[in-house]
């Protein structure tokens, strides 16, 4: 029997299986993402309002409406930004270095200085001082912050790759795995850096990808986080995969994986053999609706790198800040009482006048200024 032939209006077999398992990875991506979303919305509410804090939104709205109604002066002596460059300046001066130790009998003192010259020669390529400063001054400012390890090619015109240390300025672009328990995020499990793009940007730089029509309800709650009437969200994904292995240890002393063995060394009795899980980090550009790149990521960590500020767990809870956290009260204390002082200032007249009853006849609109001008007679 002849076998039917595959037309372009029937996708084959292998097509619609390989659809149905991207549709139940990006399922699974996008509970990941909300559960991330879930469990980080305390913390990054708390954040915005000490970044807005730190950037002089200091005054109560309900308080600062009321005093703008009424022409009340209403000042803002922002010492915030000083207290927080006080600690970013000493981690200027006193930045903490990658150190490479030789260890063990056959460690080589030479590989280990030549190791350590590589990592500066990265750090310096990449500019990661700002890296840096960037993610300690997030920690310090609203709580945490990161930055990431990322590969691109040396040159237009070559093949060859380097490794680079990446700048993240905007620490609510990343969600990371809410389970991690390491304060520098090692032992995540998965990773997003996201980003909300407009939609024409979108059809421009991904021709062809659906975009995700925006709805309000029903089938469109599924997709709430990555769309917009206007954006499309685009997230880097990083997560593992994990692969079961035989381990293997022969009697001539080699050790290494069975499937890798040499076909002489298959026939020989293993003298000791363990089953071991093997994981490999994967990476792939992701909207919420299709996997537009996807690629092995070369490491054995996500390769976004946390930095937190104070840390505190309440009944498994945990609350980041910064510094401003607690320095709010005291600072809008201060606020008021140069405003109020202030305020009396300008509230006194010019000068004190006692008069008799009457003596203002015809001259209230003048007298009712005195606190404002000051007139020569």
């Known amino acids: 029997m002849a076998e039917a032939a595959v037309t372009d209006r029937a996708p084959s077999a292998k097509t619609e299986k390989k659809a149905r398992n991207d549709d139940e990875f990006l399922r699974l991506v996008r509970k ?4 991330c979303i879930s469990a980080e919305a305390v913390n990054r509410k708390m954040a915005v309002e000490d970044l807005k804090f730190k ?3 200091q005054w109560p709205d309900a308080i600062k409406a009321d005093r703008t109604t009424q022409k009340r002066p209403c000042l803002t002596v922002n010492k915030m930004k000083t ?3 006080q600690i970013t300046n000493d981690q200027r001066q006193n930045r903490p270095a990658i150190n490479v ?3 063990g009998d056959r460690s ?3 590989t280990a200085k030549m190791l350590k010259g590589l990592i ?3 750090e310096r390529q990449s500019n990661a001082d700002v890296a840096y400063d960037t993610g300690f001054d997030s920690a310090v400012s609203n709580g945490w912050g990161y930055w990431r390890v990322l590969t691109e090619y040396e040159d237009e015109d070559s093949f060859d790759q380097v490794i680079r240390i990446g700048r993240i300025r905007n620490p609510f672009r990343v969600y990371l795995d809410p389970d991690l328990q390491e304060p520098d995020g090692s032992d995540a499990q998965f990773g997003f850096i996201t980003d909300l793009i407009p939609r024409a940007e979108f059809e421009e730089t991904f021709p062809g990808k659906d975009p995700m029509q925006y709805e309000e309800g ?4 599924e997709f709430k986080n990555w769309t917009t009437q206007s954006h499309v969200r685009i997230a880097e994904y990083f997560y593992f995969e994990t692969k079961t292995r035989k381990l293997v240890h022969l009697k001539n002393g080699h050790t290494g994986w069975e499937d890798e063995l040499d076909e002489s060394l298959k026939t020989e009795e293993p003298e000791n053999t363990r089953e071991v899980q093997v994981k490999k980090i994967k990476w792939c550009k992701i909207s919420g609706k299709q996997i537009l790149e996807q690629n092995d990521w ?7 790198v946390k930095v937190i500020g104070d840390e505190v767990d309440v009944e498994g809870k945990v609350v980041l800040a910064g510094l401003i956290r607690d320095a709010k009260d005291s600072q809008r204390m201060y606020n008021y009482w140069v405003t109020s002082e202030t305020e009396q200032v300008a509230l006194m007249p010019k000068a004190p006048y006692i008069m008799e009853e009457g003596q203002v006849e015809g001259h209230e609109q003048r007298w009712k200024q005195a606190n404002d001008k000051a007139y020569p007679y």
């Open 32 to 35: 990941k993402f909300d559960r």
């Open 83 to 85: 207290f927080v460059h």
């Open 218 to 221: 029903g089938m469109g709650d």
């Open 101 to 103: 130790s030789p260890v």
């Open 298 to 304: 070369l490491g054995k960590w996500i390769p976004i």
């Open 55 to 57: 950037s002089g939104d």
């Open 108 to 110: 080589d003192p030479h």
């Open 120 to 122: 500066r020669q990265i």
